[in-house]
């Protein structure tokens, strides 16, 4: 009776023994955490970007892992081309020191931020002012690099075509405020090997500070190329 009761008792420890390995022959790593582990990377990735992202993985279930031991998984940049709204990212799958499996995965980004929106219409050639404009939270995967994301980045800028209400404002859409514009009267500085004079004179074109542009003598008619120094004021060199 005694053997009996030993050898069921070894059989039943056996089966357990049979049990806790074959649960531990596979390790289950969750779409969550393959998720956070891609969306952390992400966000290192684009620290320097001043809004708010969104990541979303490609990866619909989850992660089985043959063997015994607990996994690690790390992202790693990978050989392939990224662009701003498609990340390709490495993911190994780690037991101790050793690689046992390299997943890649894509990471689709959203970028959210604050941008300057028309407050009203702005007719073509209005100038860009505090009141004119609003901040809103947009999403601008599409505009990364052109929308307006500081209203004093509009100081000293115009609308280059209508604006209508509630349009996000980008730099497509706007353009410095001319120091001269064509036929404005302008006043000529002329620079002789370090002799000066002014005339009076025309412009021919419209144009920035720094810019080149084309001017009449008012006097001899005569055309030359002259630089905006300052509104209204326009400097030639011989």
Known sequence: MRKTMLYFGLMVLWMLCLVVADGEATVVVSREEIHNTVTEYVHDLLSDFGGEIEVSVRQFTDLKVEGTGAVDIVAKPTTRRASARSIPVMLEIRRGPVV???????????????????????????????TTVVMESREVTTRLGRYIADPAELSGHRAKT???????????LVELMPAVERKDRVQIQVNVRGVRASISGRAMESGVVGDHIVVQNTASQEKMIAEIVAPGVVEVYY
């Open 100 to 130: 046992i499996q390299d997943l890649l995965l894509s990471a689709s980004v959203k970028y959210y931020d604050e941008v300057a929106v028309a407050a009203k219409t702005i007719q073509r050639g209005d100038p860009l002012e505090l």
């Open 162 to 172: 209508r604006i209508v209400i509630g349009r996000q404002i980008d730099r497509r």
